[in-house]
Nanobody
Framework: QVQLVESGGGLVQAGGSLRLSCAASGSIFSIYAMGWYRQAPGKQRELVARISRAGGTNYIDSVKGRFTISRDNAKSTVFLQMNSLKPEDTAVYYC????????WGQGTQVTVSS
């Protein structure tokens, strides 16, 4: 099983950018597909972006063209580059292994002001 620690969140104005990082430990990182999730207040957690072991990516429609997921298997880290941020992107962001969900980390708060 993989242990996960997210970082990189913060407060940013609409139109700004943030880069989230998720450091993984405890297993062989490269064998897992990885995903970034978010949970806004009063809403269910949703899968925002997914990257396969081979590097193929998928995004929900609302972030396509603005968010980019990537991974560095040598450093056991997955990233989420977020550009053109909108207030509706405000949420706690988490990473996990979407094919077999593991324990959730503490997440990282992203707040986008209008």
């Amino acid at each position: 099983q993989v242990q996960l620690v997210e970082s990189g969140g913060g407060l940013v104005q609409a139109g700004g950018s943030l880069r989230l990082s998720c450091a993984a430990s405890g297993s062989i990182f490269s064998i897992y597909a990885m995903g970034w999730y978010r949970q806004a207040p009063g809403k269910q957690r949703e899968l925002v972006a997914r990257i396969s072991r081979a590097g193929g990516t998928n995004y929900i429609d609302s972030v396509k063209g603005r968010f980019t997921i990537s991974r560095d298997n040598a450093k056991s880290t997955v990233f989420l580059q977020m550009n053109s941020l909108k207030p509706e992107d405000t949420a706690v962001y988490y990473c996990n292994t979407p094919d077999t969900l593991g324990d959730w980390g503490q997440g990282t708060q992203v707040t986008v002001s209008s």
